[in-house]
């Protein structure tokens, strides 16, 4: 019988068990070892299982979006707000105060006056100074209340003054500084008659404007680093004929321009301009 022949292919099986014989066309699919009582379930090859991280029994995972990121914040304390400070909120500063201002404005005008102020001293004492012509010694050429600029350069260091040199002195025992005009240098013996001016025993020839008279003066030599000075109003001017020779220290300056009156301003002319004229002087 064949079921004899079954049974003698077979293990040997306690007593009581029965044989089952297994189809082969029906074969069992592999499965993962599972528990007991646990059901298999096949997967599906696209349908995949999302990738998780390991968590423990009865939690669910949760997916968060990428596009929804939490925003950063500082560390508080539980129950603590989170104010953010408007910049454009600024406390305003205070209005300086009354002394302050005062202050400020004393500063600025101290910081433009004084420094013009010291300009100014500067360029009086060593570049020009503006006089005042006063008295009629210098009539025809000069006025009254005419204002006139010194330089101060030229004496101090270019070069002695010359002859027909319109120039102001400082006289010892006189108040004010002199306007005269230079009509003899150093070396030269001049003598003084009638207003008319002789240089080494000949007359001057004077090309500026003059008025002759006055007091005489005879033959002196002017000594080195001196000039003999004349006012152009011989009848009317306290000069070298009064104090003789002036020190060349005691020039201030050379006046060359008349600046006031508007309507006279003009060079002063006369310097260097002096020639001697060989003849006798008209007495």
Same mark, same amino acid.
């Given at each position: 019988?064949e079921?004899?022949?079954?049974?003698?292919?077979?293990? +040997?099986?306690?007593?009581?068990? *029965?044989?089952?014989?297994? *189809?082969?066309?029906? @074969?069992?699919?592999?499965?993962? +070892? =599972?528990?007991?009582?646990?059901?298999?379930?096949?997967?599906? !090859? *696209?349908l995949?299982? &999302? @990738?998780?991280?390991?968590?423990?029994?009865?939690?669910?995972?949760?997916?968060?979006?990428?596009?929804?990121?939490?925003?950063?914040?500082?560390?508080?304390?539980?129950?603590?707000?989170?104010?953010?400070?408007?910049?454009e =909120?600024? #406390? &305003?500063?205070?209005?300086?105060?009354i002394?302050?201002?005062? =202050?400020?404005?004393?500063?600025?005008?101290?910081?433009t006056?004084?420094?013009?102020?010291?300009? %100014?001293?500067?360029?009086?004492?060593?570049?020009?100074?503006?006089?005042?012509?006063?008295?009629?010694?210098?009539?025809?050429?000069? $006025?009254?209340? #005419?204002?006139?600029?010194? *330089?101060?350069?030229?004496?101090?260091?270019? $070069?002695s003054?010359?002859?027909?040199?319109?120039?102001?002195?400082?006289? !010892?025992?006189?108040?004010?500084?002199?306007i005269?005009?230079?009509? %003899?240098?150093?070396? @030269?013996?001049?003598?003084?008659?009638?207003?008319?001016?002789?240089?080494?025993?000949?007359?001057?020839?004077?090309?500026? %404007?003059?008025q002759?008279?006055?007091?005489?003066? &005879?033959?002196?030599?002017?000594?080195p =680093? $001196?000039?003999?000075?004349?006012? +152009?109003?011989?009848?009317?001017?306290r000069?070298?004929?009064?104090?003789?020779?002036?020190?060349?220290?005691?020039?201030?300056?050379?006046? /060359?321009?008349?600046? /006031? &009156?508007?309507?006279?301003?003009?060079l002063?002319?006369?310097? %260097?301009?002096?020639?001697?004229?060989?003849?006798? !002087?008209?007495?």
């Amino acid at each position: 019988m064949e079921t004899s022949n079954i049974l003698d292919e077979t293990d +040997d099986l306690d007593p009581g068990m *029965e044989a089952v014989a297994l *189809e082969p066309e029906l @074969e069992q699919p592999e499965t993962d +070892d =599972l528990g007991t009582g646990t059901e298999a379930v096949a997967l599906d !090859p *696209e349908l995949e299982q &999302p @990738e998780t991280d390991d968590f423990g029994p009865g939690t669910e995972a949760v997916t968060l979006k990428p596009e929804l990121e939490q925003p950063e914040t500082d560390d508080f304390s539980p129950g603590t707000e989170a104010v953010v400070l408007e910049p454009e =909120l600024a #406390q &305003p500063e205070p209005a300086p105060s009354i002394g302050r201002r005062l =202050l400020r404005v004393v500063w600025e005008v101290l910081s433009t006056v004084v420094p013009a102020i010291v300009i %100014a001293i500067l360029v009086n004492i060593f570049v020009t100074q503006a006089m005042v012509v006063q008295g009629p010694s210098m009539q025809p050429n000069l $006025h009254y209340d #005419q204002r006139v600029m010194v *330089e101060k350069v030229t004496y101090r260091f270019i $070069h002695s003054p010359d002859r027909g040199d319109v120039v102001v002195i400082q006289v !010892p025992g006189e108040n004010e500084p002199l306007i005269k005009r230079v009509v %003899a240098l150093a070396g @030269e013996t001049v003598e003084v008659q009638v207003g008319q001016v002789l240089i080494d025993g000949e007359l001057l020839d004077e090309p500026w %404007a003059i008025q002759q008279g006055g007091p005489n003066y &005879p033959p002196t030599l002017v000594s080195p =680093l $001196h000039v003999f000075v004349l006012g +152009d109003n011989r009848p009317s001017s306290r000069d070298s004929r009064s104090f003789g020779p002036v020190s060349v220290e005691q020039l201030i300056g050379r006046a /060359w321009l008349i600046y /006031w &009156p508007l309507d006279q301003i003009k060079l002063i002319k006369g310097q %260097a301009d002096g020639r001697i004229r060989k003849r006798p !002087p008209q007495l």
